[in-house]
């Protein structure tokens, strides 16, 4: 996941909107992969409130979602991450695409994101706990796609696609999960910002077609 993150305002140019893309995948990344750390939960509450990406749409639920951190304490965002995700046995929210997509983990969805990710010359780090279907790993990925230095996969065709296979056939789901549980208070804020998000992003790639 990454370690540090801009939360300023994008300013208006390509360059300045895809950065600002590239860190909110890696600020999802960071929020769903484990317990916010002291430094990103310190860090998102003094974030300006504008939205991290131009326009108004986003503006509302980044508000939100940083009014959330501000709300609550370390302690508790914690115990509910723990409450929403961890446990043993079955999770309040299942954070894995082949749970919403199929009905079970480990089924062909995780099959195919294998094989898509091994044709990007990917892989799962050995560190790395989580398969491959977490929602963390596959915003780490959207993250990468956008930011990295090999332009041969590291462009919008690219993005675009994996986006349509592997995060758009189930992200609302997971949103409409995390916004049912009586339990969710930060979380439910972050669905409702990753709800947001998504939704431009896959505006932003249809008008690729």
Known sequence: MSDSLSLNAAGS??????????????????????????ESLAALRVAVTEAPMEGGFLQEPWQQLVGAARAH?????????????GGVGKPEVFLYGSHYLSGFLNEKPLVRLRSDLAALGLARAEAMSETEDHV????????YLI???????????????????HLQPWILQLCDALQGQPAA??????????????AVEAQGFDMLE
Request: charged share 20%; glycine share 2%; aromatic share 14%.
């Open 13 to 38: 140019s390509a360059l300045d909107e895809e950065t600002a893309r590239a860190e909110v995948y890696g600020l999802l990344a960071q929020l769903y992969y484990a317990r916010p750390t002291p």
């Open 73 to 85: 304490s370390d302690a508790a965002i914690a115990a509910e991450f723990d409450r929403l995700f």
């Open 136 to 143: 963390a790993c596959l915003c780490e990925v959207m993250r």
């Open 147 to 165: 930011a990295g230095d090999d332009m041969a996969v590291c462009n919008l065709t690219v993005q675009r696609d994996f986006f349509a296979a």
């Open 185 to 198: 208070r930060f979380y439910a804020a972050l669905a409702q910002f990753t709800r947001a998000f998504m």
